[in-house]
């Protein structure tokens, strides 16, 4: 690991992985030594039939606390703990719990649509928690097998492209590939929403712009913290500052931007198709 910092390896366990793991270990032991576990597999495993036929609506989340194997288990709190602990530090928990469980259920319907086959385990969420890091810190080194440094960003690129043609290809095992695409998809989706949705809409708006009306007009400059009074200088500003914007959306969402943050946003946005021969993206 680079920079000096680890996958949280030396702080303590935030609360939603804590809870997450011992929710999973709970229900791994009644499932494995008690005599309820058929029981628990037939109500709360994700299956086309309990979804779409009998309107199970809870087995896309209940699968995410099922698993069929020691192993499976294992494998899956540890990459949640490796990867997830740092992300819910920087997000925080209410945060980070809204985007497990999307990229979960997101995953659960996606296996629906494509495999149709029951499924159980966390892996589709742990998959869009690995995408996140990736996406956010992707020149951290993980170590394969404790001894090859790869970074992340190339680690999940050739997880999501094994992924990917295992979903397209013949389904002969037990793992649930299209879940796993469907939680780095839906996790994909969700951090970069917002700069696909600017891209999106100056797109349309460039189109259906007419001619005469500056933008900048109407703009709002900022005495002190605005943009300097050239054109070049207000072009450099509002690159900055959306950059920094969209990077706090990657660790906070949407929603936790300042109202002025999300003025700022659409503003520059505005300013940016309207003037930088190489467009805000």
């Known amino acids: 690991m680079n920079q000096g910092r680890g996958f949280?390896?030396?702080?303590?366990?935030?609360?939603?992985?804590?809870?997450?793991?011992?929710?999973?270990?709970?229900?791994?032991?009644?499932?494995?030594?008690?005599?309820?576990?058929?029981?628990?597999?037939?109500?709360?495993a994700l299956s086309y039939y309990?979804?779409?036929?009998?309107?199970?609506?809870?087995?896309?989340?209940?699968?995410?606390?099922l698993h069929g194997g020691f192993w499976h288990i294992f494998l899956n709190m540890f990459?949640?703990?490796?990867?997830?602990?740092?992300?819910?530090?920087?997000w925080g928990t209410n945060e980070f719990l809204k985007y497990y469980f999307i990229t979960g259920i997101g995953g659960g319907i996606l296996n629906i649509l494509i495999a149709g086959e029951s499924t159980v385990g966390a892996s589709a969420a742990v998959y869009g928690v690995m995408i996140a890091y990736a996406l956010i810190h992707?020149?951290?080194?993980?170590?394969v097998y404790f001894l090859f440094p790869v970074?992340?960003?190339?680690?999940?690129?050739?997880?999501?492209?094994?992924?990917?043609?295992?979903?397209?290809?013949?389904?002969?095992?037990?793992?649930?590939?299209?879940?796993?695409?469907?939680?780095?998809?839906?996790?994909?989706i969700y951090l970069k929403f917002w700069k696909i949705h600017y891209a999106v809409?100056?797109?349309?708006?460039?189109?259906?712009?007419?001619g005469g009306s500056s933008v900048h007009k109407n703009m709002h400059f900022h005495p002190g913290g605005g943009p300097g009074g050239s054109e070049d200088e207000k072009i450099e500003y509002y690159r900055r500052k959306i950059d920094e914007l969209?990077?706090?959306?990657?660790?906070?969402?949407?929603?936790?931007?300042?109202d002025e943050e999300k003025k700022l946003l659409d503003e520059g946005s505005r300013y940016l198709r309207e003037h930088d021969n190489e467009n805000f993206n």
């Open 246 to 258: 969209l990077d706090k959306i990657n660790r906070v969402g949407y929603m936790n931007l300042s």
């Open 50 to 65: 309990g979804v779409v036929e009998q309107f199970k609506i809870w087995q896309l989340v209940s699968y995410m606390f």
């Open 201 to 210: 809409k100056g797109f349309f708006q460039d189109s259906l712009k007419k």
């Open 8 to 44: 949280g390896l030396n702080t303590n366990l935030p609360p939603a992985i804590k809870n997450i793991i011992y929710a999973n270990v709970v229900v791994f032991i009644l499932t494995e030594f008690t005599p309820w576990g058929s029981v628990l597999y037939s109500q709360f």
């Open 138 to 143: 992707p020149n951290r080194l993980v170590y």
């Open 151 to 188: 970074k992340v960003k190339y680690l999940m690129g050739f997880l999501a492209a094994v992924t990917f043609f295992s979903t397209i290809g013949p389904q002969n095992s037990n793992i649930a590939h299209a879940a796993h695409l469907g939680g780095m998809l839906i996790g994909f």
């Open 79 to 90: 990459v949640l703990w490796m990867f997830g602990t740092e992300l819910e530090y920087e």
